[in-house]
C-alpha cells in the first residue's frame, strides 16, 4: 500500500493548516447542521476520542450496545473537516456525517471557534469543548504527528515544541484555540466547556455536569456503563475506539491512545524547555481568566 505524502503546513486565514482540512472547506462552510446536532470540539490531542466515546454510550449505549464493538468510533462520531479523497481509506468526514443516521448526530471538530460553520450557531446547536494543558497537549500532539500520515512531519521534540509555542502546527495556536472557544462561551451559553484534567479525577463529576448540559439523566447502571465503557484501558483495547483500523496511523511508532495521563510532560520537558514555555505561556495567557492545572 502506497503511503500518502506528507502534508505542508501553510498559513490559511491566519491559521496553520493542511490541505486534508482546507481542500473541501466551501462544502464545510456551507454545511447544514441541525438543532439536535451536538458538536465535539477540541484542539487536536486534548481528549476528542474520549468524549466522544461517552456522549456516544450516553445516547446510543443502551439502545444499540452493539455498535460499541462493530463500528469505528469516526464513523459513529465524524470528523466534520476531514478530506482524504486519494487514501486508502479515501473519504470526506462531511460525507460521513451526512450519512449518519442517529438522532441526534453526533459530530467532531477541530476548527477554532471563527472557523466553524456558521449554521451551527444559527440552529443553536450544543457544543462540548474540552481543553487540555498546553504541556501534555504538545507532548501528545509531538507522538500523534510522528505515528499519523496525514500529519506534518514533526521534526525533533526541540524543533516541535517550538513550533508549538509559535502555533506553526496543524489547527494553529493552542493560545489561540483554547482562548477562542472560552471567550465564546461567554455570549453563547450552549458551550459546555470541560477540562481534560477534571475529567481525569472526577469522571463521575464531569459525567453529572456533562448530562446536566445535554439534559440528560441516566439510571446508576447507566452511568457506570458510560464510565467503564470510556475508561482509558478499555478504549485502548478496543479496535473501535483505538484507530487500529486506520491505515494513516502507524501505531508501530505510537500508539494512538498512548499514555492519557495528567503531568506526562515532565518526562519530556528538560528545565530550559520547561522555564522558557512557562515565560511564553504567561505572556500569551495574561489577559486570560483561563486557568490550567498541568498536574494534578
Same mark, same amino acid.
Given at each position: 500500500m502506497e503511503k500518502p505524502p506528507r502534508p505542508t503546513l501553510f498559513d490559511f486565514h491566519g491559521v496553520y493548516m493542511t490541505n486534508y482540512f482546507t481542500q473541501n472547506w466551501d462544502n464545510i462552510q456551507n454545511f447544514k447542521a441541525r438543532p439536535d446536532d451536538i458538536v465535539i470540539a477540541t484542539?487536536?490531542?486534548?481528549?476528542?476520542?474520549?468524549?466522544?466515546?461517552?456522549?456516544?454510550?450516553?445516547?446510543?449505549?443502551?439502545?444499540?450496545?452493539?455498535?460499541?464493538?462493530?463500528?469505528?468510533?469516526?464513523?459513529?462520531?465524524?470528523?466534520?473537516?476531514?478530506?482524504?479523497?486519494?487514501?486508502?481509506?479515501?473519504?470526506?468526514?462531511?460525507?460521513?456525517?451526512?450519512?449518519?443516521?442517529?438522532?441526534?448526530?453526533?459530530i467532531k471538530t477541530h476548527l477554532p471557534v471563527q472557523f466553524l460553520p456558521r449554521s451551527f450557531w444559527e440552529q443553536n446547536c450544543r457544543i462540548v469543548y474540552i481543553a487540555r494543558n498546553a504541556k501534555d497537549n504538545v507532548v501528545s500532539y509531538f507522538h500523534f504527528d510522528r505515528m499519523n500520515l496525514i500529519q506534518p512531519e514533526p521534526g525533533d521534540w526541540d524543533t516541535f515544541l517550538h513550533r508549538f509555542m509559535m502555533g506553526k502546527v496543524t489547527f494553529g495556536s493552542w493560545y489561540d484555540h483554547v482562548k477562542g472557544w472560552w471567550e465564546k462561551k461567554q455570549t453563547y451559553s450552549n458551550i459546555h466547556y470541560v477540562?481534560?484534567?477534571?475529567?481525569?479525577?472526577?469522571?463521575?463529576?464531569?459525567?453529572?455536569?456533562?448530562?446536566?448540559?445535554?439534559?440528560?439523566?441516566?439510571?446508576? $447502571?447507566?452511568? !457506570?456503563?458510560?464510565?467503564?465503557?470510556?475508561?482509558? %484501558?478499555?478504549?485502548? &483495547?478496543? @479496535?473501535?475506539?483505538?484507530?487500529?483500523?486506520?491505515?494513516?496511523?502507524?501505531?508501530?511508532?505510537?500508539?494512538?491512545?498512548?499514555?492519557?495521563?495528567?503531568?506526562?510532560?515532565?518526562? $519530556?520537558?528538560? !528545565?530550559?524547555?520547561?522555564?522558557?514555555?512557562?515565560? %511564553?505561556?504567561?505572556? &500569551?495567557? @495574561?489577559?486570560?481568566?483561563?486557568?490550567?492545572?498541568?498536574?494534578?
Open positions: 484542539y487536536p490531542k486534548a481528549g476528542t476520542t474520549w468524549v466522544s466515546c461517552i456522549l456516544d454510550l450516553l445516547y446510543f449505549g443502551q439502545t444499540s450496545p452493539e455498535r460499541q464493538t462493530s463500528i469505528p468510533i469516526h464513523e459513529r462520531v465524524p470528523f466534520l473537516e476531514v478530506y482524504i479523497p486519494n487514501g486508502p481509506s479515501g473519504h470526506t468526514g462531511k460525507d460521513a456525517v451526512d450519512r449518519l443516521t442517529t438522532t441526534p448526530r453526533l477540562f481534560y484534567e477534571d475529567l481525569i479525577e472526577d469522571p463521575g463529576q464531569e459525567l453529572d455536569r456533562l448530562c446536566s448540559f445535554l439534559g440528560l439523566s441516566p439510571s446508576a $447502571h447507566e452511568k !457506570e456503563s458510560v464510565l467503564t465503557g470510556a475508561k482509558f %484501558d478499555n478504549m485502548k &483495547k478496543n @479496535k473501535m475506539t483505538n484507530y487500529s483500523t486506520v491505515p494513516i496511523m502507524d501505531q508501530g511508532v505510537s500508539p494512538f491512545m498512548r499514555k492519557g495521563k495528567v503531568a506526562d510532560w515532565k518526562n $519530556h520537558f528538560t !528545565e530550559a524547555q520547561n522555564k522558557e514555555f512557562d515565560q %511564553d505561556y504567561k505572556q &500569551k495567557m @495574561k489577559n486570560s481568566t483561563l486557568r490550567f492545572r498541568d498536574e494534578i
